[in-house]
């Protein structure tokens, strides 16, 4: 009996997730009309057969009542905030919101097959989250100094960054993590929003060269702080939001251009520089040639996406668990494998969904404070 539901229910999961990624894209076409409600409630109502799905596989395999338990909270989390988001977001854009729900949804069923605390507490702290984004609205219009205080997010964003130095703690060769409490976490996650306020409010006043350059200066502290730190990943992305801003707010393709040079140039000297990056390089061209060494985390997430087939292998069928940091670092190789590579494809396919609409939001605001806000989120 458990076979034939785990074999059934690999044709389904793939069936209601490319029905999904089909309405995503359907949207589009209806979005100038106006005229997409019905296509919202159809992804919403196949979000949560989906989750039931996966949710019963997990029961059937588990076979113990706290994953009833966890498929009842999960699925309130889901109808709670879709509801209470609509309240407080007048204006939201709903293909987003249900974009990033199908994706936590997905998440949080992974997480779950995985390890339930892991998926506990991932529950936690979106709900948490989620809470804290509700009061957004809120402040923006209530307060309008946001725009005012361009240096102050550059201070504090700088401020967050160097407390690695004082309480930080090293893993995988970067200095970036902070531990409170029990929960570990990295100030550049939180950064990355302070520092694209600071951007987007000095660039929304002034794009002369010469502000420009004290800008650029700024910004260039906060990548060469995530240097120092061997967060080169990181440093990478606030290096591009920045260029990305800059060339929004200027429309000048020679800072384009020079911004591409320069990473250019600067990823040249990370490579000589940093051994762990050398080796993360020669890991990604060659990840065969140390399998049991540097190259074990990436040849079994290849071998695990690749296993996977187009339609899964069905979940608690696969061996996500031989990647190396699989829950953390590698939870797309666990997808693949398990729900298939259809499914893999889906949630690109949905990412650049939600990619489109952030640019489409962002080209419709008029303000250039938030539409350089955006652009850079």
């Known amino acids: ?19 999904y990624t089909f309405y995503s894209y359907r949207a589009f076409i209806g979005r100038a009309a106006g005229n997409n409600e019905g296509v919202f409630r159809a992804q919403r109502v196949l979000i949560v057969m ?13 076979k113990e009542i706290k994953y009833v338990v966890l498929w009842a909270l999960e699925l309130f989390f889901f109808l709670f905030f879709t509801k209470i988001y609509q309240v407080f977001y007048k204006g939201m854009s709903k293909l987003i919101w249900n974009n990033m729900m199908i ?46 205080i361009g240096w102050q997010y550059a201070l504090a964003g700088v401020l967050l960054l160097l407390l690695v130095f004082v ?38 006043k002034r794009t002369d060269f010469k502000s ?16 120092l730190e061997k967060d080169l990943g990181a440093a990478l992305i606030y290096f591009v939001t920045y260029l990305m801003m800059l060339y929004v707010a200027t429309m000048k393709l020679r800072y ?19 051994a762990h990056v050398r080796v993360r390089v020669q890991t990604w061209l060659h990840p065969f040639a140390d ?30 668990s031989k990647t190396p940091e699989v829950i953390m670092d590698c939870i797309f190789t666990a997808v693949c494998e398990e729900l298939g590579g259809i499914i893999g494809i889906c949630l690109i396919l949905i990412c650049i969904a939600c990619l489109l609409m952030f640019i489409a939001v962002a080209a419709e605001l008029y303000l250039p404070f938030y539409k350089l806000i955006g652009i850079g989120l």
């Open 50 to 62: 989906l989750h039931l799905v996966c949710s019963a596989v997990i029961l059937v395999e588990e």
């Open 103 to 148: 994706c936590m949804m997905i998440g949080f069923i992974m997480l779950g097959r995985l390890s339930y605390d892991y998926a506990i507490r991932q529950l936690v702290m979106a709900s948490l989250a989620l809470g804290v984004c509700l009061l957004v609205p809120l402040f923006i219009e209530r307060f309008t100094i946001w725009e005012k």
């Open 291 to 320: 399998f049991y060494g540097k190259g074990n985390q990436i040849g079994n997430s290849l071998f695990g996406i690749g296993t996977g087939g187009w339609f899964g292998q069905g979940l608690y069928k696969g061996q996500p």
């Open 212 to 227: 420009v350059a004290v800008i650029s200066i700024a910004a260039a502290v906060h990548v060469g702080i995530l240097v």
């Open 167 to 204: 309480i930080g703690v090293e893993k995988y060769g970067a200095r970036n993590w902070i531990s409170i409490g029990g929960f570990e976490l990295q100030p550049s996650e939180f950064v990355k929003i302070i520092y694209v306020f600071f951007i987007a409010s000095l660039l929304a």
């Open 1 to 19: 009996m458990e076979l034939i539901i785990a074999e059934l229910s690999r044709y389904i999961i793939v069936i209601l997730f490319a029905l």
């Open 256 to 274: 384009l251009a020079a911004g591409a040079f320069a990473g250019t140039a600067a990823s040249v000297v990370a490579y000589q520089l940093f």
